[in-house]
């Protein structure tokens, strides 16, 4: 299948890529828009070739690691060089770089976050296990039933 993909005559539907990825219609329209793809016309319908398919692989691995769509926009220009995909490489390298150093200090900013949440839940604890302890089995209830949530949310 993978060398049927690469064919140049293979195309697309706009519904057979928003199925393949998971995106809607209004996605890729709206990176047609910012022209990140171009597809062809067939009538009124958008024919994406197999070189839009590879440019929206790319358009959306950047925005999985929080790669603006200027920044994804300055990598897929640069596709067409004709130097092998050096330049291309490079330019994704220093953004790919610059992407972890920013992730990286979020971490620390996250961590930091979480770390003073749960000195503020301890503190909370104390206060209604002093006061009101009758509130306290409610309060682990609701802390459950978000990580419930958020464990569905991830699968």
Not at 63 to 76: C, D, N, Q
Not at 140 to 145: E, L, R, S
């Amino acid at each position: 299948m993978h060398a049927d993909l690469r064919r140049p005559h293979r195309t697309y539907s706009i519904r057979q890529l928003c199925l393949e990825f998971k995106c809607t219609p209004r996605a890729l329209r709206f990176y047609e828009d910012k022209g990140l793809l171009s597809p062809a016309r067939d009538g009124m319908n958008r024919v994406y070739s197999y070189k839009d398919r590879a440019r929206l692989v790319l358009i959306l691995r950047g925005k999985r690691v929080g790669l603006s769509l200027a920044e994804i926009g300055e990598i897929l220009d640069l596709y067409e060089v004709g130097d092998g995909g050096a330049q291309q490489a490079a330019k994704s390298l220093k953004k790919f770089r610059e992407r972890i150093v920013a992730l990286e200090h979020q971490k620390v900013d996250i961590d930091e976050q979480i770390e003073e949440l749960r000195r503020g839940v301890s503190a909370m604890e104390k206060q209604l296990e002093a006061t009101r302890p009758d509130l306290l089995p409610r309060a682990a209830d609701y802390d459950q039933m978000l990580r419930r949530q958020l464990d569905g949310a991830e699968h």
